[in-house]
């Protein structure tokens, strides 16, 4: 007769077991995926925020004009992600072209090449936003050099804000 406590010994090393082997499975999927990144589709993360959304509001004891502002910001969030991300939908896929975001730019493409959707980078966050309808065209870059270019043009950018901050 085996005890209670084999059993749940048992047990245990069973799940433990099972939680290393998703553990090694998901380590196989993300080589996998980082093999396929660096092979064909050699498109990093471009630069992003990351996002948390947590609501905790207690809607019955705020004062009635806080609850209908934040009522009116919440409506504006959700009409703003909604846009966006119909937007993001609708030039994700598509063979469209575009034109480089560096093109001319020093030692990047030449200015007027139409490049065929996917870009090398997109960059949502320093888009071009259209104030009427809250629709976002990003930056779209072609290549590995162009989009290191770009990358440093960021870096140079932030700088620059920052030291204006700073006088
Ligand atoms: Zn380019």
New binding site residues.
Partial sequence: MRSAESIQKQKETLAANKAREIERQKKREDRKLARTVGLRTPIPPAPTRSAALVIDVDWNGLPMQDAKNLYSELQRQYEAAGKILNARAMTEGTSEFYE????GKDK??PKG?KYRMPPRGQDYENGAKDPRTGLITPVR???E??WIRYQDLLIKQRRERFLGEGN
């Fill in positions: 480089c975001f560096m093109a990047c493409c090449n870059v072609c290549g050099n162009c």
